[in-house]
């Protein structure tokens, strides 16, 4: 690990992920606050937002950092739909945009039940063209959005129907977070920052999320390894491995939630993606950086 600080293996099996000496690989430095990177396949490129910069950016391995898209809205989250259109959450917006061909933004919601969402913050998109998106207050302060008031009294995650319905799936999350879908996408697992935790959820035939559970608490190991941080982004492996950003880094977690290791990094990461040539190489923004780690997996496409 490049920070000097050693992975914490908690299970022999994370050395079928993740080498123990791989390296953490610093790649771009010099941004305000890093989110949402996401691997553009035909182009070879990340994408991520420089959130409190108020840009998208561009990597890619020959020209290094270029600017994509200012200004953002300051997004967070990006992805990209079953027609390789990107979808952003915007915090200054409040709302969740898809970029058409014709290089328009059109807004996908932006309210619930007449009142402005908080500030949409991470997104996944379902194989059958639903998104899915949660909704804390993090964008109502300066610097990760601007200072107002929360119009909806709860946090929650929702679905975009393919056909553009909006829907509340839940809302009695302290601050959802990151999300992502189990390869079989019969399962979502979302973050809830400020409790400390991952939820998981089964996925309904029609989309809607059941039998709400605690998939991992993150509270109990993280003091007694006196480490500080909490869950933001997370994605899945193609085998359901959980890749969690938390407390003292990179959570690898598997699919019965038993931790199996700690990648540190650097600086505090807030997401992770897969990408590369193989969809092996795990990109992670980390406050004013962007790094990388070959991993011995590849990533969930949909994760």
């Known amino acids: ?51 409190a ?21 300051k997004s967070n989250g990006l992805t990209y739909d079953r027609q390789g259109r990107l979808i952003a959450c915007e915090h200054v917006g409040r709302r969740v945009t898809r970029a058409e061909a014709d290089g328009s933004i059109s807004v996908l919601a932006s309210s619930y039940a007449g009142k402005l969402l908080n500030s949409p913050n991470d997104v996944v998109v379902k194989s059958d063209g639903a998104i899915y998106f949660s909704d804390p ?15 909806l009294d709860f946090q929650g995650v929702y679905r975009i129907s393919a056909e553009g319905e909006l829907r509340l799936l839940v809302g009695d999350f302290a601050a959802p977070n990151g999300l992502a879908f189990s390869p079989d996408e019969s399962l979502l697992y979302v973050d809830d920052t400020e409790r400390l935790h ?41 085998r359901g491995n959980l890749f969690c950003t938390g407390p003292g880094g990179i959570w690898v977690l598997s699919p019965t939630a038993e931790p199996l290791g700690l990648i540190p990094v650097p600086e505090g990461p807030s997401n992770v993606n897969w990408g590369g040539p193989d969809w092996s190489t795990l990109f992670i923004t980390a406050t004013t950086s962007l790094y990388r780690l070959q991993t011995k997996v590849r990533g969930n496409r949909l994760g």
């Open 137 to 151: 207050p993090y964008g109502l302060q300066e610097f990760y959005g601007i200072a107002r008031p929360q119009d």
């Open 198 to 238: 991952v939820r998981v959820f089964d996925v309904r035939p029609d989309g809607s999320l059941a039998n709400s559970r605690v998939f991992f608490d993150f509270a109990p190991l993280a003091a007694k390894e006196s480490l500080t941080g909490a869950p933001d982004g997370l994605k899945i492996d193609a």
């Open 53 to 73: 910069g108020d840009v998208v950016r561009r990597w890619d391995e020959r020209g290094g950092v270029t600017e994509f898209r200012r200004p953002s809205g």
């Open 1 to 51: 690990m490049s920070n000097g600080e050693a992975f914490r293996p908690f299970s022999p099996a994370v050395q079928d992920l993740v080498a123990l000496d791989a390296a953490v690989e610093r790649i771009a430095t010099g941004f305000l606050f890093t989110e949402g990177p996401v691997w553009h396949d035909q182009g070879q490129y990340l994408l991520f937002s420089d959130l």
